[in-house]
């Protein structure tokens, strides 16, 4: 199971503003950046010393918009044909970068253990590496859960929502920390196993 199967319900959702954006001009590549770079700048902030904890409230909201900005994305180069390498290169890229600034802030927090938010950016990004690796095999690229990119959104915007609001003791944050490191691995094994399962079929 996935937040990534409801991705289809989603982009319905979304497809009046992608042929907004293209009759404007506006490409797919443009919208990859643009979500990057909001990325870097908004978890170059989180990371500031003394910072109110109520400035992670913004994390959950960008989060949400950034999942609307990668399907936007996809949907300008699929269905508008955008798709080129220079794109390919910057969507696979541009996700773990903006993936290790969003979560790096959470390794500063206070009675955090930083090993396990590094941990969990080191598998996060492993994850998406075995993902791509399917297409060197002769399979799709693999999406399998249970933590994929949008579960991962979904557990760290809940962290920085709880975390301000004190609802949440530090031994429950860093055993969510846990677990998702344990889903993480989870998931790198599936997306191994299933995309070797799907190129033995194209054999």
Not at 34 to 58: D, E
Request: hydrophobic content about 55%.
């Amino acid at each position: 199971m996935s937040i990534y199967k409801l991705k289809s319900r989603f982009q319905d959702l979304l497809r009046p503003s992608v042929s907004w954006l293209y009759q404007r001009g506006v490409t797919a590549n443009q919208v990859t950046l643009l979500a990057m770079v909001i990325s870097l700048l908004l978890g170059g902030f989180l990371c500031l010393p003394s910072l109110n904890a109520n400035w992670f409230f913004l994390l959950p909201i960008w989060m949400f918009l950034r999942m609307a900005f990668n399907a936007i994305d996809g949907m300008l180069a699929r269905e508008f044909k955008q798709q080129s390498s220079l794109g390919a290169y910057l969507n696979e890229l541009s996700d773990v970068i903006a993936d290790t600034a969003l979560f790096l802030p959470f390794a500063l927090l206070v009675g955090i253990e930083p090993a396990l938010v590094l941990g969990i950016i080191f598998l996060a990004s492993l994850s998406e590496f075995a993902g791509v690796l399917g297409l060197m095999v002769g399979a799709s690229r693999r999406y399998d859960g249970p933590m994929g990119k949008s579960d991962r959104a979904f557990v760290f915007g809940l962290l920085a929502t709880l975390w301000p609001l004190n609802w949440l003791s530090t031994f429950w944050f860093n055993t969510i920390l846990v677990i998702t490191l344990l889903l993480l691995l989870i998931t790198i094994v599936n997306r191994v196993r299933r995309g070797l399962a799907e190129s033995a079929t194209h054999v």
